[in-house]
């Protein structure tokens, strides 16, 4: 497809986010899995039901704008996935594995900020009024995860490393 308007690049972008998404879905439960102390395994494992319905809402919009989300591969989130499995796989003390395990949800965190900040305002620009409150809601998911990750790093699991 030739990029050739910002509708199009929106729907490339949404497509990224769609893919990035479920592989995020796949990756949460070996996360959760690896994570040594409750409170991780409990947030990896809320943000995993939170991506459900993430990609319920990308999947509304995709059916509203009457287009399919396949066809894309965030090859970024394949990276973020990558690094996150080569973590999972050292030999590591659990507390100090813990808080690589945050590092790296922080990433994909912050990813998904960015990528659905500017999706957000794309839906705006093209007054898109519905999908940008959708889209305005998972990013405020996000931001939230991210506080979450962040909270429990500097409370205990950063502490418990070092």
Known sequence: MKLDSLQKLYLEELRDLYSAENQILKALPKMA?????????????????????QVERLEQIFEALGKSPKGKTCAAMEGLVKE????MSQKAEPAVLDAGLIAAAQRVEHYEMAGYGTVRSYARLLKDEESARLLQQTLEEEEQTDKKLTRLAESTINIEAV
């Open 33 to 53: 899995k690896a994570a040594s102390t409750p409170q991780l395994q409990a947030a990896f494992q809320e943000h995993l039901e939170q991506t459900k319905g």
């Open 84 to 87: 996150g499995e080569e973590l």
